[in-house]
């Protein structure tokens, strides 16, 4: 096993890659408990027609499965210390663009997200998802995730209790005295100061004590047990293979898939190169075995599909464990272990409310939103695609708009400006494809 995952080479041991692997999970453990609140849609009222909730408990042992096969195929195939899950944001496309957006049933989203994984495979086998990452504008890239950040936020106030719709302002403030609402933000304070004091696992910690704290005032019922069966993905398993037939006859869902697919495409480029950066595994301004690391977010999409959860993709919590000094691939192979372990405790994760998860949300959104200092704001043929792309999520409520929006107007005022030529064509063609979006699907 040291031979294998170059314990030497790389200046690490047994005991440090294991410590890394668990502080991983730690950082990243959240979205154990947030996914499937997420795909369930708790907090939601009313759903379109023909919309139903998946079954949370399915999708709980979905999240668990495709964190720990993807984490184990980049451990072992790529040997690179990064864990994976499904992904932040694109379970916030799947449930409230998709399914609340444009009343598509959970079956045909997961299809859709299978589609999207196979693509990835093709792609990445090929070459072109490399060439495509570089053809989207650095700027783009980084409002997207920018975007993605303030949907997330808003998705997280909206479930404390502190957002609230209002018909005269659209939104305003919730009543902050009810017994929810506190804790959420009794949460998103003890989230605030567990990050701000660095503590690793600090969102999951945060999420643990909120619980705690509802189960002492009455507000949350104390779990039933500690250990028991995994829940069963029988509600979802092959559900995505199933409606693969209605999926590719229709227009809506291959908008749906392309933006399944370009979200994927920079949250994992940009999470291989920062961890890979940390971890000193870059060599010559390149990533050795780049191409095996894509291929494991890829295959984990089409597991994480079938079994019943949305894409699952590169987390940047991983630095969390490279911090903790992992450097092999071990550390990932430490990581699918507990998440494979955290399928005997969902009694315990079985309690927590949407309001619990808010804060969790809410911080996610502050990280995300870092990326908004590195676009070039002083230049306005640059600064109004990425502000309308980072501004029309939240607001439309989507975050396939957003992407839509920014990648129309960002050809407009590059040309307007003379800049033309330094247009890549595939930006060309995604205009056209957005373009077509907005006239014959909305």
């Known amino acids: ?91 916030a496309f799947f449930s409230f663009t998709v399914m609340l957006q444009f009343a598509i049933p959970w079956q045909e989203a997961l299809a859709g997200v299978l589609v999207s994984g196979l693509i990835f495979i093709v792609l990445t086998v090929t070459g072109l998802r490399e060439k495509i990452i570089n053809a989207i504008p650095s700027n783009l890239k980084l409002a997207v995730g920018a975007g993605i950040g303030l949907f997330i936020a808003f998705i997280g ?20 005295t009810q017994p929810a609402t506190l804790l959420a933000i009794f949460g998103l304070v003890i989230s605030v100061i567990l990050m701000s004091l660095n503590i690793k696992g600090g969102i999951f910690y945060g999420i643990v004590i909120t ?6 005032v009455g507000l949350i019922d ?20 199933e409606n693969l037939p209605s999926v590719l006859v229709s227009g809506e869902m291959w908008i749906v898939i392309l933006t399944f697919l370009f979200v994927d495409f920079f949250d994992t480029a940009g999470t291989l190169v920062a961890v890979a950066t940390q971890a000193g595994i870059i060599k010559e301004n390149k990533l050795p075995r780049a191409g095996r690391a894509l291929f494991a977010d890829s295959a984990a999409t089409v597991v994480g599909s079938v079994v019943g959860t949305s894409t699952t993709t590169s987390y940047i919590e991983s630095t969390a464990g490279v911090a903790a000094g992992g450097r092999s ?37 502050v990280l995300m939103c870092s990326s908004l200092k590195n676009i070039d704001w002083d230049q306005f043929e640059i600064a109004v695609p990425a502000f309308l792309t980072v501004i029309a999520m939240p607001l439309t409520y989507s975050i396939a708009t957003g992407i839509a929006i920014g990648f129309i107007f960002y050809p407009l005022t590059m040309v307007l400006k003379g800049r033309g030529k330094e247009i890549h064509p595939i930006m060309y063609f995604l205009f056209i494809v957005f373009l077509a979006y907005f006239i014959f699907l909305i």
């Open 211 to 216: 619980t705690i704290g509802g189960i002492i």
């Open 329 to 365: 691939g071990f550390t990932s192979v430490v990581t699918a272990g507990f998440f494979l372990l955290s399928l005997l405790f969902s009694p315990l994760l079985s309690v927590v409310t949407a309001e619990v998860t808010a804060p969790a949300l809410i911080i996610v959104g």
């Open 1 to 91: 096993m040291k031979k294998f995952f170059q314990f030497e080479e790389l200046g690490t041991n047994f005991r440090t890659e294991f410590i890394a692997g668990l502080t991983t999970f730690l950082a990243m453990a959240y979205i154990l408990v947030v996914n499937p609140i997420t795909l369930a849609l708790v907090g939601v009222e009313e759903l379109p027609e023909g919309v139903t909730r998946i079954d949370q408990g399915a999708v709980f042992t979905a999240t668990a499965i495709a964190a720990a096969v993807g984490s184990l195929i980049m451990g072992v195939l790529a040997r690179y210390p990064i864990a994976l899950a499904p992904g932040m944001g694109l379970n």
């Open 222 to 241: 104390a779990p039933s047990a500690v250990v028991s069966t995994p829940p069963s993905v029988a509600p979802t398993f092959g559900a995505a293979i």
């Open 157 to 176: 106030f909206q479930n404390a209790g502190i957002i609230t719709g209002d018909p005269n302002t659209l939104v305003a403030l919730g009543d902050l």
